[in-house]
């Protein structure tokens, strides 16, 4: 066991999710007799070092999550706490639900990614604990066109320097903290939890991702993170 490798976790499951088309609340949604956010989750048990996990949920579901989550056997200590409009109002607000000093180390993983692995999550804490902040990405596979108002073509970067970020993306709870109030008091609105190291200046690690850690946005993807399941190339 890392004994001096200690993280909190941040699972932003507040979203309602319109893009996958249907009713209920995205990382609700069932998954081959679970739902989303519950086998995201156990991706987190059992992990060295971990200590508690926020889970920001809708405000007005609150109670009705709580009492839902404590229904699976995930051996995980929860904190629950009411998300924001915007992502990072509800990152901000499970990061104060932890109540962790600057230092400690805080992970911040997608409720609509869970095929994450448990070697990706130790690997991107480990590498925020010596650089401050880390995420996990993979190389742009397509050609990037940069578009124009117009509807033109302005350019066409080289691909080969670009990534695609996903999470889980780590860093000091002190870094979030002020890169998010930052953000907020010059109206920026970030488009991923990295972002508010980089407003700070803060230089982010990239660990090497895997494409199937893919994020569940579309009726496509849920319908293809089904049939993962039900092959049994994806747990």
């Not at 609150?62 to 009492?67: I, T």
């Not at 860093?171 to 979030?176: F, P, R, S, V």
Request: proline share 6%.
């Amino acid at each position: 066991m890392e004994e001096d490798l200690t993280f909190s976790v941040i699972i932003p499951a507040a979203g309602v999710g319109s893009r996958t088309g249907m009713p209920v609340p995205k990382p609700w949604l069932d998954l081959e007799g679970e739902p989303m956010v519950v086998r995201t989750l156990r991706k987190f048990v059992g992990l060295p070092g971990l200590r508690r996990v926020a889970l920001a949920v809708l405000p007005e579901e609150k109670q009705q999550r709580e009492e839902e989550i404590a229904g699976y056997d995930l051996s995980l200590e929860f904190v629950f706490c009411g998300g924001g409009d915007r992502r990072q109002d509800t990152v901000l607000a499970a990061l104060e639900s932890l109540e962790l000093d600057d230092d400690d180390l805080v992970l911040v993983h997608d409720a609509a990614r869970p095929f994450v692995t448990p070697s990706l999550i130790m690997e991107v804490a480990r590498r925020a604990r010596v650089n401050r902040a880390a995420i996990t990405a993979v190389p742009a596979e397509d050609t990037i066109k940069e578009v124009g108002a117009n509807g033109l073509i302005s350019s066409t970067p080289p691909r080969e320097r670009y990534m695609r970020a996903h999470t889980p993306q780590a860093m000091a709870a002190g870094i979030l903290r002020r890169g998010l109030a930052l953000a907020n008091e010059r109206g920026i609105e970030l488009s991923d939890d990295a972002g508010a190291a980089e407003l700070l200046g803060f230089k982010v690690a990239v660990v090497a991702g895997r494409r199937s850690n893919f994020k569940i946005t579309t009726a496509e993807d849920v319908a293809l993170a089904r049939f993962l399941l039900r092959e049994g190339t994806q747990q």
